[in-house]
């Protein structure tokens, strides 16, 4: 992910409230295919995203739950002064016809994770129709991103990501940058679910930690672990780790996406649950629904 604006701190939801934004319908087989194939995308082509490719994700948008929380807003042509890059122009956005914006509203207690979790729905979904995305939260402009929609007297942009057509090779200088902060390297399965044994997890679990394991983060900490008691084998349960390279926004915001993915995980296996929030440092249990 990209890297990422100083956030509010992180101190989540009363436990028991289920989670406001969770989807009831996830394209299952489409959202775990592009898990598997998405990369950051930072140089697209600047050939303009067909508009009717435009209008599916503005009606995906629309269609999403708990905007009184969370919401992504497309950006039909976006600025080039969106996108502001890190010293020396290392992993600037250059050509990105469209956006995304990510907003919260600040006044609610599970908005990092409801903005993690429903921008992600988002980038999987342009991931289907072949559209390049990339995580961004701090080499952005903010002035300019307000312009971009009208926002509510307590509402953010939270991180963007361009939208486009990306070039078939990364520039010298994000090739660099993804190096710098190790993109391609993932914590291993014991660390991020300590006491992990294929002979105890059921599959659903399995399958949602691992595709839990490759959701993008800020400079790459991946702040998750998720735990798995099998004395209540419906539910399991994702924790923020506080310890790791900061980064630039809140880890319960890396966290949303890795709930994002670890549904689309348990769903592939057939296991439809729901997520409730709990206290901090834990996160939010997912729970087997009709067990």
Known sequence: MGDRQ???????????????????KVPVAEWAAAIDVRHSARTYA???V????IAHLIDFCVGLPGKEMARVVVVPQAPASLFTGLVGGYGK?????????MIGNESSPTVLEGVGYLGEATILEATTVDLGTCWVGGSYDRAVA???????????????????HATPRARAGDRLLKRMVGAHKRKPIEVAAPGFDSLVWPDWAAEGVRL??????????????????ATAPDSLVISVVEKGPEGRVARRLDCGIAMLH??????????????EILRHPRVARFRLLGV
């Open 50 to 53: 067909d508009p009717a490719v």
């Open 6 to 24: 100083t956030a509010a701190p992180e101190v989540g939801a009363e436990p028991g409230v289920d989670f406001p934004v969770a989807l009831s």
């Open 146 to 164: 307000g312009r971009l929609t009208p926002l509510a007297l307590d509402e953010r942009v939270y991180a963007v990501s361009p939208l486009g």
């Open 93 to 101: 956005v250059l050509d990105a016809p469209s956006a995304l914006m």
């Open 212 to 229: 839990a394991m490759i959701a993008p983060s800020a400079v790459n900490r991946q702040p998750w672990r998720f735990e798995f008691d």
């Open 262 to 275: 670890f549904e689309v995980g348990a769903r592939l296996l057939g296991a439809k649950g729901a997520w």
């Open 46 to 48: 600047p050939t303009r």
